[in-house]
């Protein structure tokens, strides 16, 4: 059952078994959830417009590659597929969805053998009305690579996106104009797209740009011609339209702003940095240097990487990637990658993300996946409530947690632990 204060949002679910999440989550075994409002929760009527009437189904991302071996991250991976796990189904016939299909000619010719689909479709189009603000709910299930949305062609410039709210949780106001829709891998977006009058009867383009206005990093960054395309449509007489939203929804309590409150810098064992480094495999380093225990870990001190108490304040930075040049005045942000910092059950609140742009991440801002920055960090800070036991961490990089770049918090309660007494 579903807490009360559970806030409505764009999350997604994918099968997590131990080693073959890549596979499996890749392989199709993803969907998408919208937490619906509980009868008690209302939005704003600006934004409620959009939700409860909503013109364009959620939208969901996923990776779709035929190149084998050679894909992507230096030849260090085997490969990153939607459909062929080398290793794995390379041991049954048939390998992979024949290549000689007419379907996959057609696509191979025009985007190569790395393409991403939407909703289980190329380059569909959807229909928004001119003069309208029309709600995208979208996610991105790929796994290795990150995609960079920006809107081109002719009309484009007539065109607004208007953040509204990231991995499930509302922006506070002024929500933020957004010139490229950054997803990290796992990462849910809710935004508002306007195009006015003067796009009427235009096609608008999503691209997966290579070299957008602004990108986390510069490794495993997507490009595609087109994701997918606005067909902008025309006003009615006498439709009723709606304008960007401009209100702020309101939060439930246990997303009250932890900016300005004390907070201790690590958890109950000290540990103040969580570090994701290169799991090479089970044995190697995965998670500040271990790779993932096992469920059937008894031990609690190599059980968990950390403990922390219901209902106080914790600081933690988190760090990853390889030495980088980082540069937080963009367009990219880091010359190297980042591993993506995922962690169950609690949101956690940036309170220091190193993005002036606000397009990968804002200060403030309610997240469970970002990416962990090398030599600078990505500083969070987070409350758990309620509920008591393990809770995962892992990089999102599917393959990197199904080799072991994933850990257990463990959360309880404790005899005092209030944020009055927070370090």
């Not at 939607?82 to 024949?98: A, K, L, M, S």
């Not at 998670?287 to 870990?297: L, M, R, T, V, Y």
């Not at 190297?336 to 169950?344: E, L, S, T, V, W």
């Not at 309620?386 to 199904?402: A, I, M, P, R, T």
Request: proline residues 6%; contains cysteine.
């Amino acid at each position: 059952t579903l807490p009360d204060y559970h806030l409505m949002g764009t999350h997604w679910y994918h099968a997590h078994h131990h080693g073959s999440t890549a596979l499996q989550a890749q392989g199709g075994m993803a969907g998408i959830l919208l937490m619906e409002p509980h009868d008690s929760y209302k939005l704003p009527s600006d934004l409620s417009k959009l939700y409860e009437n909503p013109k364009i189904p959620p939208m969901m991302f996923n990776h779709i590659n035929y190149n084998g071996s050679d894909a992507g991250a230096g030849g260090f991976f085997n490969i990153f597929s939607f459909f062929d796990q080398e290793g794995v189904v390379g041991q049954y016939d048939p390998v992979t969805v024949p290549l000689d299909l007419e379907w996959n000619e057609e696509r191979v010719k025009e985007t190569g053998k790395d393409f991403y689909v939407v909703n289980g479709q190329y380059n569909p189009t959807v229909t928004i009305t001119a003069g309208d603000a029309t709600l995208l709910r979208m996610s991105h299930a790929g796994d290795y690579k990150h995609l960079c949305l920006v809107l081109e062609g002719e009309s484009a410039q007539y065109c607004t996106m208007t953040l509204l709210a990231r991995d499930g949780v509302f922006h506070r106001t002024p929500y933020l104009t957004m010139s490229t829709i950054v997803m990290t891998q796992g990462t849910r977006v809710d935004l508002s797209i306007f195009c006015s009058s003067e796009a009427a009867g235009t096609t608008v383009r999503v691209s997966a740009s290579e070299n957008p206005p602004v990108n986390p990093s510069s490794v495993n960054t997507h490009s595609q011609h087109s994701v997918f395309e606005f067909s902008v449509k025309s006003k009615r007489p006498f439709q009723t339209v709606n304008p960007i939203p401009t209100s702020e929804a309101p939060l439930p309590s246990n997303l009250d702003s932890l900016m300005n409150v004390p907070a201790q810098k690590g958890g109950e064992r000290g540990v103040d940095t969580i570090t994701l480094g290169v799991a090479l495999n089970q044995e190697g380093r995965g998670i500040n240097g271990q790779g993932f225990p096992g469920w059937h870990e008894t031990d609690e001190q190599k059980r968990y990487a950390e403990e922390f108490c219901l209902d106080k304040v914790y600081e933690l930075e988190l760090a990853g990637g390889p030495v980088t040049t980082f540069n937080p005045d963009g367009p990219v942000l880091s010359s190297g990658g980042f591993h993506p910092y995922h962690q169950h059950i609690n949101h956690f609140q940036i309170y220091d993300g190193k993005d002036n742009t606000g397009m990968v991440m804002r200060d403030g801002e309610w997240r469970d996946i970002v990416p962990a920055w090398s030599q600078v960090g990505t500083i969070i800070r987070f409350k758990p409530v309620k509920y008591e036991g393990d809770v995962v961490l892992h990089c999102h990089l599917l393959q990197h947690e199904d080799s072991g770049m994933m850990a257990l918090y463990k959360m309880k309660t404790c005899s005092s632990s209030n944020a009055t007494e927070s370090k």
